[in-house]
């Protein structure tokens, strides 16, 4: 059995990671951590990491928490040897490799901006498509309670993106053409990819990707309609973790 501690166990992705490992056969929630959380049925909940990890034995955390507090969330696990499995967006790759190197020794740190099969491959095709349009841009749609923008998606696929495409430049009005009183408009550069967010009720979480090149476009697009779409990959990582040393950054990693 893999014991399993669940930061954030009380909001929208830990609720549904609770259910997701107290379903599966080869892994169980021994406790949770929620600083505004109460007891739930069958595991305590503690306000902290510290206080969770002195109390209960843990072999993987999982966190889905906030920007704000992953990276102190971390910093308790991994130097106690607790494998991470970290959806919790906002961190830098710097950020990640520094806790990463704090890590005790046979320990990992697996960040995965994105847990769900379909994102994966929609960055993987937008990996194969970026040599051959020289224009590209990232329009993302989340729901209004989320806290960090450009989604930790979309900050990958523009890194990918940036990674993989031709030396041709970009001949694409960029935020020279923003008229005054509308700066923005253009989106906000990631690696030299404009990226847009839209936040509105109505979405889980959704994302475009729009190539151009000389008459024609072509438009990769995901969306997840349920929170559910992301456990198989969470459950993955969580398989997948004890097995790994140091950071892993991508779902595809543990992906056949
Ligand atoms: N990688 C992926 O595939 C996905 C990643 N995400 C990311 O996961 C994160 C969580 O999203 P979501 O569930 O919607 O957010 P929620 O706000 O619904 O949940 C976050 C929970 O964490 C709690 N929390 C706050 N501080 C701490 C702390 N120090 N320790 C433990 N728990 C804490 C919050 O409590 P309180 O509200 O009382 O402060 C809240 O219950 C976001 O960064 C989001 O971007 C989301 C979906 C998929
Ligand atoms: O906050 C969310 O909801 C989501 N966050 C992740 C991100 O920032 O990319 C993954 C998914 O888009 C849902």
Redesign the pocket.
């Known amino acids: 059995m893999i014991n399993v501690a669940v930061?954030?166990c009380?909001?929208?992705?830990?609720t549904a990671v609770v259910d997701a490992v107290s379903a599966a056969d080869d892994m169980a929630v021994v406790c949770g951590?929620?600083?505004?959380?109460s007891a739930c049925a069958g595991f305590p909940v503690f306000a902290?990491?510290a206080e969770a990890l002195d109390a209960v034995d843990a072999d993987v955390l999982v966190d889905?928490?906030?920007?704000a507090?992953v990276a102190?969330?971390l910093a308790e696990a991994l130097p106690r040897g607790v494998d991470c499995v970290v959806?919790?967006?906002?961190l830098s790759t710097e950020t990640l490799e520094a806790l990463a190197s704090d890590a005790a020794a046979g320990t990992a740190l697996f960040y995965?901006?994105?847990?769900?099969t379909g994102a994966v491959l929609m960055m993987e095709f937008a990996k194969a498509a970026a040599p051959y349009f020289p224009e590209a841009e990232v329009i993302e749609f989340h729901h209004c309670?989320?806290?960090?923008a450009p989604?930790?998606t979309a900050v990958r696929t523009a890194q990918l993106i940036a990674e993989a495409r031709s030396p041709r430049v970009s001949e694409a009005p960029s935020r020279e053409t923003e008229i005054p009183g509308a700066e923005g408009a253009r989106g906000a550069l990631v690696d030299g990819v404009p990226v847009h967010a839209v936040r509105s009720m109505g979405y889980v979480?959704s994302q475009e990707v729009i190539f151009g090149s000389l008459g024609q476009t072509l438009t990769l697009r995901h969306d997840s309609w349920d929170?559910t779409s992301?456990m198989p990959?969470v459950l993955l990582g969580i398989r997948s973790v004890g097995e790994r040393e140091g950071l892993i950054v991508g779902l595809e990693t543990f992906m056949d």
């Open positions: 930061a954030g009380g909001g929208r992705m830990g951590i929620d600083p505004h959380g902290t990491v889905f928490t906030q920007p507090v102190g969330n959806g919790t967006t906002g995965a901006p994105n847990f769900t309670n989320k806290k960090d989604s930790g979480a929170r992301y990959g």
